[in-house]
């Protein structure tokens, strides 16, 4: 079993142990879709500086790669955004927003874990 089976395996064990009653993991909406992910709440309120400006964060959400690419997709690069050949989803960035329980947030940081397969959105306030 590889390092990166074993990480997927246990991050999917965790969506469905936090699913709801009728087995939907938690929701963030980007781009007007639904995306499951892993909240991880706390570090809300937490006052950090990024790119020398003080933004205070309201969430981290761990989010699958897979849900935005599938396994043909090609990375196009334009104006920042990464957009998808297959269908035209796009990898949230840094600066856009999304809306995570009911209340819109701005995308603080984004990055990949070790083994490409998972990205972290740091969540603050969407006027920041």
Known sequence: MTFQS???GAVNELMADLADSDGTPPQFIWKSVS??????????GALVV???IEAT?????????ADFLSAD???ITADNTFTTV???????IVGKT???QSKIHRILSVSKDATNSYLKLVLGSSNQ
């Open 35 to 44: 995306v499951s992910c892993i909240p991880q709440l706390s570090e809300s």
């Open 98 to 100: 999304v809306t995570f």
């Open 86 to 92: 297959d269908a035209g989803v796009t990898v949230p």
């Open 57 to 65: 964060l309201s969430a981290v959400l761990t989010v699958r790669v």
């Open 6 to 8: 074993m990480i997927q």
């Open 50 to 52: 990024i790119g020398g």
């Open 73 to 75: 997709s090609t990375l």
